[in-house]
């Protein structure tokens, strides 16, 4: 296996019933990259990631996620990831501090560990002021920032993210992209599903799914010269509509 | 083990935010148990009554002297005429009447019979029933002083004495019940609450995802309330016998011990119902209707078992409480040991068993 991929799948496929929401995808991410999972919804990314974090059992093929087996080896990948949902991660009637030492207590991070990285946080957020308030209190954008950093506590070697950035506005949006490419660059990879055409382009490469099969895979700039068009959008539109 | 310690504490901070759980936790037990015990009761004390004396003589005046020294009656009218009856009911003050014929001592000694009539307000039928009871007792005791001097040949007397409860308090009978029900109530539907939430509110995918196992985040969630819950079970236990004078005859060690175990069987319950409910909402309503009712309706708290219909008895088997509180009565008031109550705590434990194995089986299902 090649040591720069930290992902690696060949016809991944999972069934419900006659139902194949993932559709024998293959695909493989390198270190360090930033990767785009896209597609309309039901399409099975959300199945397909499911997948990748080991808490659904695929019905065939293979994946190996930061080198370990998916149908075997699920709980040394858990240790090896962090994961973001579009729901919120954080416990609302916790204060900032007591969810990353919670969180940082789950990933069996010492006391000492959780001490630095709870203040390496604080310092780098700005949270001085609002690290004792309960996370219920803030807003929207700094509960995601937080919580993507939560997600890399534990220094994962990728992270997973679905849908961060659900619901907030463009700057916030922006600052967030700013964190994901200060990660990306200190060598975490990162997986993001998103629906936003425009971060699309943010992303190293992006793959597109259209009902359980990858239709698409390649760099933003490369997807746009091959469908002839000025923008992921409009990718993404030729492709959904076949 | 740091790990398990670490989601402990985070539930507790959870708990005690969370102003409407901590009440329910610890405020309900206590205000049950005090309206249980003092407000509502089968038992009475210092009821109104009133007195038609036609006959107004040294017998029937001692008769009236010793109800109105019994601490059940107080009576606060003296009437006059038949006609005054139906006045003072309709008043409603006075619950019973009692109308003593014309010419009582005379009838007692010439005809050795004489008759008083106890009318009762029986719109309440159960407190009728007990007044007539209590005050046919009293009759009867004096009768019997009376009849100590003259020597009869045969006399049949019937002695009722009423074990385990010889007042007939029926804080005896609520305590258990009670407790059965704070128990159920704080263990089964809080945990079901606590792990919907998570659920709810995406927590849950955050902690599968995550290196603890989904054993050790059930655990994690429903030790907390193991402990909260013995909390409470001690200060009902304390409160029965500082405030109401309940006895605990049987051994201390054997109830907590019982206690525990159905603590963990409502735990199990809880779980189970999380399995099944996806909102905190659909949790509370099943744990209210599937739980609550059953153990207040079918667990014999209330209603005595031996009289319901047969289906009906035949689903009180299936509910923990209803092995719970034979337990408990057992314990506290007959002073049983575990010889006398091993079957029913051998239920207990089966029933948890069977719950535990489904919910882990049901939460395997899900995880997929």
């Known amino acids: 296996m090649n040591s720069n991929k930290v992902i690696q799948v060949k016809g991944l496929t999972k069934m419900f019933g006659d139902f194949t929401a993932v559709n024998a995808i293959t695909f493989a991410v390198e270190k360090g990259e930033i990767f785009g999972f896209l597609g309309a919804n039901g399409a099975g990314k959300t199945t397909a990631m499911k997948m990748l974090i080991g808490i659904s059992n695929p019905t065939s093929g293979s994946a190996h996620v930061a080198g370990f087996d998916?149908?075997?080896?699920?709980?040394?990948?858990?240790?090896?990831?962090?994961?973001?949902?579009?729901?919120?991660?954080?416990?609302?009637?916790?204060?900032?501090?007591?969810?990353?030492?919670?969180?940082?207590?789950?990933?069996?991070?010492?006391?000492?560990?959780?001490?630095?990285?709870?203040?390496?946080?604080?310092?780098?957020?700005?949270?001085?002021?609002?690290?004792?308030?309960?996370?219920?209190?803030?807003?929207?954008?700094?509960?995601?920032?937080?919580?993507?950093?939560?997600?890399?506590?534990?220094?994962?070697?990728?992270?997973?993210?679905?849908?961060?950035?659900?619901?907030?506005?463009?700057?916030?949006?922006?600052?967030?992209?700013?964190?994901?490419?200060?990660?990306?660059?200190?060598?975490?990879?990162?997986?993001?599903?998103?629906?936003?055409?425009?971060?699309?382009?943010?992303?190293?490469?992006?793959?597109?799914?259209?009902?359980?099969?990858?239709e698409a895979l390649d760099t933003p700039k490369k997807l746009k010269e091959q469908f002839q068009v000025t923008s992921m959008n409009d990718v993404f539109l030729k492709l959904a509509r076949g | 083990m740091k790990r398990f310690i670490g989601f402990v504490t985070k539930e507790f901070y959870h708990i005690f935010r969370d102003r409407r759980s901590l009440f329910i936790l610890f405020g309900m037990p206590i205000v049950q148990i005090?309206?249980?015990?003092?407000?509502?009761?089968?038992?009475?004390?210092?009821?109104?009554?009133?007195?038609?004396?036609?006959?107004?003589?040294?017998?029937?005046?001692?008769?009236?002297?010793?109800?109105?020294?019994?601490?059940?009656?107080?009576?606060?009218?003296?009437?006059?005429?038949?006609?005054?009856?139906?006045?003072?009911?309709?008043?409603?003050?006075?619950?019973?009447?009692?109308?003593?014929?014309?010419?009582?001592?005379?009838?007692?000694?010439?005809?050795?019979?004489?008759?008083?009539?106890?009318?009762?307000?029986?719109?309440?039928?159960?407190?009728?029933?007990?007044?007539?009871n209590y005050v046919n007792s009293i009759l009867k005791k004096y009768q019997q002083e009376q009849n100590k001097a003259i020597t009869i040949n045969y006399v049949i007397v019937s002695e009722p004495r009423m074990v385990y409860n010889p007042e007939l308090k029926s804080v005896y009978m609520f305590v258990p019940g009670v407790m059965t029900i704070i128990l159920m109530l704080v263990s089964a539907m809080m945990t079901s609450i606590s792990i919907?939430?998570?659920?709810?509110?995406?927590?849950?995918?955050?902690?599968?995802?995550?290196?603890?196992?989904?054993?050790?985040?059930?655990?994690?969630?429903?030790?907390?309330?193991?402990?909260?819950?013995?909390?409470?079970?001690?200060?009902?236990v304390l409160l029965s016998i500082?405030?109401?004078?309940?006895?605990?005859?049987?051994?201390?060690?054997?109830?907590?011990?019982?206690?525990?175990?159905?603590?963990?069987?409502?735990?199990?319950?809880?779980?189970?119902?999380?399995?099944?409910?996806?909102?905190?909402?659909?949790?509370?309503?099943?744990?209210?209707?599937?739980?609550?009712?059953?153990?207040?309706?079918?667990?014999?708290?209330?209603?005595?078992?031996?009289?319901?219909?047969?289906?009906?008895?035949f689903i009180s088997h299936a509910i923990p409480a209803k092995w719970f509180i034979i337990i408990l009565k057992g314990i506290m008031l007959k002073g049983v040991g575990l010889e006398f109550i091993w079957k029913e705590t051998l239920i207990l434990i089966g029933m948890t068993v069977l719950f535990m194995g489904i919910s882990v089986k049901k939460y395997k299902i899900r995880l997929e």
């Not at chain 1, 609302?92 to 630095?116: A, C, H, P, Q, R």
């Not at chain 2, 905190?280 to 609550?292: K, P």
């Open chain 1, 70 to 214: 998916v149908f075997t080896q699920a709980e040394d990948i858990k240790k090896n990831i962090g994961y973001m949902s579009q729901k919120f991660a954080l416990y609302d009637d916790l204060t900032v501090k007591e969810n990353i030492t919670f969180f940082g207590g789950i990933y069996g991070l010492s006391k000492l560990k959780i001490k630095e990285k709870t203040k390496e946080m604080i310092d780098d957020l700005g949270l001085e002021d609002v690290a004792n308030q309960l996370v219920g209190a803030l807003p929207l954008g700094w509960k995601q920032k937080i919580s993507f950093s939560v997600a890399l506590l534990h220094e994962p070697k990728i992270v997973f993210l679905d849908e961060p950035t659900g619901g907030v506005d463009p700057i916030t949006r922006r600052q967030f992209w700013e964190m994901i490419y200060r990660a990306a660059h200190q060598g975490t990879t990162i997986f993001v599903t998103t629906h936003y055409m425009d971060e699309a382009e943010y992303c190293d490469r992006v793959s597109i799914m259209v009902s359980g099969k990858i």
């Open chain 2, 34 to 132: 005090l309206l249980f015990g003092f407000a509502i009761t089968n038992e009475i004390n210092n009821v109104d009554i009133a007195i038609l004396d036609h006959s107004n003589d040294a017998i029937t005046k001692e008769i009236i002297n010793k109800i109105s020294a019994s601490k059940y009656f107080s009576i606060i009218q003296l009437i006059e005429r038949e006609d005054d009856i139906e006045s003072v009911f309709k008043k409603g003050n006075v619950k019973a009447v009692l109308n003593f014929e014309q010419d009582f001592s005379k009838n007692l000694i010439k005809e050795r019979q004489a008759t008083v009539q106890i009318l009762t307000d029986a719109t309440d039928p159960n407190t009728a029933n007990t007044i007539s």
């Open chain 2, 242 to 313: 500082f405030i109401f004078k309940m006895p605990v005859q049987g051994s201390l060690i054997l109830l907590a011990f019982e206690s525990i175990l159905f603590i963990v069987s409502a735990l199990a319950l809880g779980i189970l119902i999380s399995t099944i409910s996806a909102t905190q909402q659909t949790a509370m309503m099943i744990s209210l209707m599937g739980l609550m009712l059953p153990v207040i309706l079918l667990s014999g708290f209330i209603f005595p078992i031996s009289s319901m219909p047969i289906p009906l008895q």
């Open chain 2, 196 to 236: 919907t939430r998570e659920k709810e509110l995406g927590t849950m995918e955050i902690l599968l995802v995550s290196p603890i196992k989904p054993f050790q985040v059930i655990v994690g969630k429903v030790f907390p309330y193991i402990f909260l819950s013995v909390i409470n079970a001690i200060i009902i």
